[in-house]
């Protein structure tokens, strides 16, 4: 078990306008609904369901727009949605992968295509670039519920296998298969966490700066505004003042 700080700056963070808010609730409804559809709409017997549920309460996501996701899963009239996962490289020969829920996978693969190609990337085969990041599960805290030592010593004995901790979180890893047995156990001790997830975590990190790294940003907001896409993930490390630069 390591408690290393977690690699700066990794994502960029965005603000919550009305916009950004809106099509964020979007996300997590789609998310609802399909996790309602692959099993009962019932998150007490659904873990996927469950999962989705918390997260979009994490994100002040209103009872009734969860309400009405769950429901929209039992219409006959409902949308199907496939779940399609996208890898490549981006500037820089940045790994990158794109997780998608789509209605329509020739909008959506053409998309994400063009996007890769706009900015200098490239879009591979399935399994292209995935081999350089583990399939985890991430428990997210702020920065309030303790400090380092504290979360370490509660994630060692809820069974997880790493943590990252920063000055405005806390980032707890476990293997995909526990995830949910090592959350509720953190929960008993640290309160329901911000989030629970499922994550491409990268095996290392590439360092990318200057004008490849703004290009790189670039895309990856195209992708997050995209309406199919759920997540990106990428393998990317900027210095303290590209990050500076960039987030200004």
Do not use: C
């Amino acid at each position: 078990m390591a408690g290393h700080s977690h690699a700066k700056n990794i994502m960029h963070r965005k603000g919550k306008s009305d916009a950004v808010r809106s099509k964020m609730f979007s996300k997590l409804a789609r998310e609802i609904t399909v996790a309602a559809k692959l099993g009962v709409p019932d998150p007490q017997f659904n873990a996927r369901l469950r999962l989705a549920v918390a997260n979009a309460r994490s994100q002040s996501m209103p009872k009734d727009n969860i309400d009405r996701a769950i429901n929209k899963a039992a219409g006959a009239d409902s949308e199907n949605y496939d779940e399609v996962r996208y890898e490549g490289y981006g500037p820089g020969g940045v790994a990158v992968i794109v997780e998608a829920l789509t209605d329509n996978r020739n909008r959506t693969a053409s998309n994400v295509r063009s996007t890769f190609s706009k900015h200098g990337g490239a879009l591979g085969e399935t399994g292209s670039v995935s081999f350089m990041f583990d399939r985890v599960g991430e428990i997210y805290y702020p920065a309030s519920v303790g400090d380092a030592d504290t979360v370490l010593e509660a994630a060692i004995e809820a069974g997880a296998d790493d943590v990252q901790s920063e000055e405005d979180g806390h980032w707890i890893y476990t293997s995909f298969e526990t995830m949910g047995d090592v959350a509720s156990a953190l929960e008993s001790q640290l309160g329901e966490a911000e989030s629970v997830k499922a994550t491409w975590k990268p095996q290392n990190y590439n360092p990318i700066d200057g004008d490849k790294g703004e290009t790189l940003m670039k895309m990856i907001g195209v992708l997050e505004d995209d309406d199919d896409v759920q997540n990106v993930y990428a393998n990317f490390e900027l210095s303290d003042e590209d990050a500076e630069r960039l987030a200004g």
